[in-house]
């Protein structure tokens, strides 16, 4: 399969999510210059971490300009595959694709370490291969990774399934000591409500190496891989995968 | 015309960046400054001499740029 990485100007984890989808994987990979149109027939779209844009005005608030979202927008709304990673998943929230927002880490440290994520969610195209309350320890590094959504939204969050990863203890169990930023309900990754598009503030594609320091990040890759060839299998028409997308984590504006 | 808009996290939602700075105001003896919230702060220049349609323009822009709805709320002044 074809892994398109949306390059933005400041972003610097483009490189490291290439390398897995390419060497770690053997899977295809094309690098999609922000200003571009075209998707270069990718099967699944990473929008990697780093400062797109410097982080000007808020963290992901100029990406949601770049001439290459309109694609991005079409492509999730087509139930395509997308993985937002750290600066990533804050350009998802910016542009309306996942319900919510950032806000500065409750410590006000930037923190880079690794965590431990208990996996809430396994019907989502980047978890598929994961067991439901598996833990898994992965890497983080944000300054801005503290999640919030207003009680309401939050309800509808949680009613609908949509928090893929949080925030635990090596035992998975929840508790303020290993809640890293203070993301409301110790949420580390949440999906859209046709569960398509994903937002993760950890970075599965530093941990696919034993070398680097762990190997928990690769069942990211592998759930990806995996759905996309059973839906080859299935059909002639692989592309996209999941069910269509619904426009409720658009942001009220 | 110009419009000056301010954009403050809402009242429900924590700053912790205020905090930190009130809790660096009371340890320089300022106990009597009760709470902090820190905001942004943005001067418009505006190709319009018409006041309404100077904060209808600023109020599209805050909406859809400089406030995130989610977190923030704004205030404009137009002269």
């Not at chain 1, 400041?10 to 922000?34: I, M, R, T």
């Not at chain 1, 797109?52 to 492509?75: E, Q």
């Not at chain 2, 300022?30 to 904060?55: C, H, P, S």
Request: hydrophobic share 40%; charged share 20%.
């Amino acid at each position: 399969m074809t892994f398109g990485i949306v390059v933005f100007p400041g972003s610097n984890c483009d490189e490291d999510a290439f390398h897995a989808a390419k060497d770690v994987f053997g899977q295809e990979a094309e690098y999609l210059w922000h200003k571009d149109a075209d998707l270069k027939g990718a099967d699944v779209l990473i929008l990697p971490g780093g400062f797109a844009h410097g982080d000007y005005l808020r963290t992901g608030a100029m990406a949601r300009f770049s001439p290459i979202m309109a694609p991005v927008k079409a492509f999730a709304e087509r139930g395509g595959p997308v993985l937002g990673i750290c600066n990533g998943f804050q350009i998802l929230l910016e542009s309306g694709l996942l319900p919510g927002a950032m806000l500065r880490n409750k410590g006000l440290k930037y923190r880079c370490e690794h965590v431990h994520l208990r996996v809430e969610q396994t019907d989502t195209p980047f978890t598929s291969a994961a067991t439901a309350g598996q833990v898994l320890t992965i890497p983080i590094g944000h300054g801005e990774g503290n999640y919030f959504a207003p009680p309401d939204m939050l309800k509808q969050i949680e009613a609908n399934r949509q928090v893929v990863l949080r925030y635990t203890d090596p035992a998975g169990r929840i508790d303020d000591a290993s809640n890293p930023n203070g993301s409301v309900n110790a949420i580390a990754a949440l999906c859209n409500d046709a569960r398509n598009v994903v937002g993760m503030m950890p970075h599965p594609e530093r941990a696919c190496e034993a070398l680097l320091g762990g190997v928990d990040g690769r069942v990211i890759f592998d759930s990806i891989i995996e759905t996309f060839r059973s839906a080859e299998s299935l059909t002639l028409q692989p592309a996209v995968v999941g069910r269509s997308a619904s426009l409720s984590g658009e942001r009220a504006r | 015309m110009r419009a000056r808009v301010f954009v403050t996290l809402k009242p429900s939602v924590f700053d912790p960046q205020g905090r930190t700075i009130v809790d660096a105001l009371h340890s320089l003896g300022y106990q009597n400054v009760a709470d902090v919230r820190q905001g942004k702060y943005f001067e418009l220049d505006l190709a319009t001499t018409e006041r309404a349609r100077a904060e209808q323009l600023a109020a599209e822009v805050a909406d859809k740029v400089l406030a995130n709805p989610v977190i923030e709320s704004y205030r404009i002044e137009v002269d």
